[in-house]
């Protein structure tokens, strides 16, 4: 599916990455009960990887022939 996308490998590492990162910051962060802070912290892990798919795509389309 990733190669449909125009994602290379490490935009996919990128993309687990930045999710994960994003994921454990949420869920430390996050106020509430255990299960408050893990389900906000995988609503907000997905927004993350949605938007950062969004974004490399978008870059992926527009930028330079010499990048």
């Keep these: 599916m990733s190669w ?4 290379e490998e490490r935009d996919k590492r990128n993309l687990a990455l930045a999710t994960g990162v994003m994921t454990l910051l949420l869920f430390v962060y996050a106020d509430g009960s255990l299960e408050e802070r893990a389900i906000a912290a995988v609503v907000g892990g997905l927004f993350a990887a949605l938007v950062f798919v969004v974004v490399t795509l978008v870059i992926n389309v527009y930028k330079p022939d010499h990048w």
């Design 4 to 7: 449909r996308l125009g994602l």
